[in-house]
């Protein structure tokens, strides 16, 4: 289900859809946390994300959890975890001012309380059969938000709100999400 969402979103930044590189930004943005969610997501499909070809950042804070996501002992990963959840909240924006700066990642309440990239890595060490930390000792992790709650497939029902919004997004832009995905 991941690669052909993968193949999609660099289809489009290979076909200068949106952002081709990061040498021409928009306002407000690094790039850094999407440079760092590709680069988990290509390492776990075995395309490994050319950083320099888009001219995407190296950030030593996200990339200490790129470079340890697959180690087999957990007692490693925790520490790039920790790391990843102090970077997490220093990088909430506070202010209106500070999320159109662009060197927040995190810029909603809801962003700022879900540690969506650190779920993500324990769900992807899940897929391959890693052993996780037992327990990330941290205030971020502490939130109703810091759980997986479900496991792959069990969610079976459609969502509709979800199919609706979705036909939406093809119908005002169907670069954006083909017919199929």
């Known amino acids: 289900m991941v690669k052909p969402y993968h193949e999609t979103l660099f289809a489009g930044i290979e076909g200068n859809y949106g952002v081709r590189d990061g040498h021409d930004l928009p306002l407000g943005s690094t790039l850094r946390y999407a440079a760092f969610g590709l680069s988990i997501i290509g390492d776990w499909l075995g395309q490994p994300l050319d950083l320099e070809k888009h001219a995407l950042p190296r950030d030593l804070a996200w990339g200490q959890l790129v470079a340890h996501w697959r180690h087999p002992d957990p007692d ?35 962003l700022a309380v879900h ?66 995905l």
Do not use: W
């Open 76 to 110: 490693v990963l925790l520490s790039a975890l920790l790391l990843a959840c102090d970077t997490h909240v220093e990088r909430i924006a506070l202010t209106e001012r500070e999320s159109d700066s662009g060197k927040f990642e995190f810029g909603s309440v809801f």
């Open 115 to 180: 540690p969506t990239e650190i779920l993500a890595v324990l769900r992807l060490r899940d897929l391959l059969g890693l052993p996780n930390p037992k327990e990330i000792d941290h205030p971020l992790m502490k939130t109703p938000y810091a759980a997986i709650t479900c496991l792959p497939g069990a969610v079976t029902e459609r969502d509709e709100l979800l199919e609706q919004f979705l036909a939406v997004v093809r119908q005002r832009d169907p670069q954006v999400l083909p017919v199929g």
